[in-house]
């Protein structure tokens, strides 16, 4: 067993605890032999605490098949930017390889979310914040809502911080530890970009007005039409929100994303930009939208604007929205479009429209 004197782990101590400043050595990995990693483990090995809430379709095991398997993925070989993406949808290993490229980390954690089929049905509660609550409880582990009961172990901060815990024991070669807090009690949150799609993208939102976060990537989305959380105060200032949809995906011709937009206030950073008519930096817009042919297929439309099987290739196979990816994940954040009135078609109030 090594034995380290208390001089020595004080100073260690000290050196770690030092504040970033601009003259600091700029990140870098050293590993022997840089490579990608693709980890995978088990929330409930990492964390005994963890438990199954079959009530809300949250389960670790079904069919005898674990559901509780949790993925990240980091490249060595290339330039960290001290940054974690944390992925609130299914494992999605084309966007992993794509944000690694960018020098991202990124995991996928396993957290309550089916209960969307149990609560997100028509027509909507009183309460116009009825799932947002849900989601943020879902998120957190904290007592947002009297429908579900989600303790903070099985929260998705938790999750993250415990599997990133583990990351760091695991693939010290990815340098995982520099997002833990300096305490060791939780994640440095102002390093992370919080990204989903559909109902991930839209948890993605409503946890970024919570908690301060360094970006949010919302793929089609965010949803939750009937309800007006999108316009509660942010702890994430809003230039830092950015919003990808497809034209013929029924949130969009369902004025659903155009809302939620609204609502979170990214008329503020520019006007909505169909990426297809121009290239980047796309008038540093925070709204951008394709249409990108799909046959017609409103499903196909909806994961299209993602990395995967359902992204639109052109005629020499290559992905149409590549440059798009990265600016929604790179694009610095202090750059902005020049504001715009809201849209007078985009309806806000939906429960009306419900209502008919």
């Given at each position: 067993?090594?034995?380290?004197?208390?001089?020595?782990?004080?100073?260690?101590?000290?050196?770690?605890?030092?504040?970033?400043?601009?003259a600091?050595?700029p990140?870098?990995?050293?590993?022997?032999?840089?490579r990608?990693?693709?980890?995978?483990?088990?929330?409930?090995?990492?964390?005994?605490?963890?438990?199954?809430?079959?009530e809300?379709?949250?389960?670790?095991?079904?069919?005898?098949?674990?559901?509780?398997?949790?993925?990240?993925?980091?490249?060595?070989?290339?330039?960290?930017?001290?940054?974690l993406?944390?992925?609130?949808?299914?494992?999605?290993?084309?966007?992993?390889?794509?944000?690694?490229?960018?020098?991202?980390?990124?995991?996928?954690?396993?957290?309550?979310?089916?209960?969307?089929?149990?609560?997100?049905?028509?027509?909507?509660?009183?309460?116009?914040k009825?799932?947002?609550?849900?989601?943020?409880?879902?998120a957190?582990?904290?007592?947002?809502?009297?429908?579900?009961?989600?303790?903070?172990?099985?929260?998705?901060?938790?999750?993250?911080y415990?599997?990133?815990?583990?990351?760091?024991?695991?693939?010290?070669?990815?340098?995982?530890?520099?997002?833990?807090?300096?305490?060791?009690?939780?994640?440095?949150?102002?390093?992370?970009?919080?990204?989903?799609?559909?109902?991930?993208?839209?948890?993605?939102?409503?946890?970024?007005?919570?908690?301060?976060v360094?970006?949010?990537?919302?793929?089609?989305?965010p949803?939750?039409?009937?309800e007006?959380w999108?316009?509660?105060?942010?702890?994430?200032p809003k230039?830092?929100?950015?919003?990808?949809?497809?034209?013929?995906?029924?949130?969009?011709?369902?004025?659903h994303?155009?809302r939620?937009?609204?609502?979170?206030?990214?008329?503020?950073?520019?006007?909505?930009?169909?990426?297809?008519?121009?290239?980047a930096?796309?008038?540093?817009?925070?709204?951008?939208?394709?249409?990108?042919?799909?046959?017609?297929?409103?499903?196909?439309?909806?994961?299209?604007?993602?990395?995967g099987?359902?992204?639109?290739?052109?005629?020499?196979?290559?992905?149409?929205?590549e440059?798009?990816?990265?600016?929604?994940?790179?694009?610095?954040?202090?750059?902005?479009?020049?504001?715009?009135?809201?849209?007078?078609?985009?309806?806000?109030?939906?429960?009306?429209?419900?209502?008919?």
């Amino acid at each position: 067993m090594r034995v380290f004197s208390l001089s020595v782990i004080l100073s260690l101590a000290s050196v770690c605890s030092l504040p970033t400043t601009a003259a600091e050595a700029p990140l870098a990995f050293k590993d022997p032999s840089p490579r990608r990693y693709e980890l995978t483990a088990r929330a409930s090995l990492i964390d005994p605490r963890v438990k199954a809430h079959p009530e809300i379709e949250f389960l670790l095991e079904k069919d005898g098949k674990p559901q509780d398997t949790e993925n990240a993925s980091v490249d060595t070989r290339v330039a960290p930017q001290g940054k974690l993406v944390i992925w609130l949808m299914g494992n999605s290993p084309a966007l992993f390889e794509r944000v690694n490229s960018y020098g991202l980390h990124a995991i996928r954690v396993h957290y309550a979310n089916g209960w969307f089929g149990k609560f997100g049905k028509e027509p909507p509660p009183a309460d116009d914040k009825f799932l947002g609550k849900i989601r943020l409880e879902a998120a957190t582990g904290e007592d947002f809502s009297d429908q579900v009961v989600i303790p903070k172990p099985d929260g998705m901060m938790e999750r993250a911080y415990q599997f990133v815990k583990w990351l760091a024991k695991e693939n010290p070669q990815g340098k995982w530890d520099m997002f833990l807090s300096a305490d060791g009690k939780g994640l440095k949150w102002d390093r992370v970009i919080i990204a989903g799609a559909s109902h991930g993208a839209t948890t993605a939102a409503r946890f970024a007005l919570h908690q301060k976060v360094d970006r949010v990537v919302m793929f089609c989305g965010p949803r939750d039409q009937y309800e007006t959380w999108q316009g509660l105060p942010s702890a994430t200032p809003k230039n830092r929100f950015f919003g990808f949809s497809h034209v013929l995906d029924g949130g969009w011709t369902g004025g659903h994303y155009c809302r939620s937009w609204e609502l979170l206030g990214l008329q503020q950073f520019g006007a909505i930009v169909n990426v297809d008519q121009g290239a980047a930096p796309f008038g540093n817009s925070r709204r951008l939208i394709t249409s990108a042919d799909v046959k017609k297929d409103a499903k196909k439309a909806h994961s299209s604007v993602t990395p995967g099987g359902a992204a639109v290739k052109d005629a020499s196979g290559k992905y149409l929205h590549e440059a798009v990816w990265k600016y929604l994940f790179t694009q610095p954040v202090d750059s902005v479009g020049q504001p715009v009135d809201s849209d007078p078609k985009c309806l806000k109030d939906l429960r009306k429209t419900a209502a008919k």
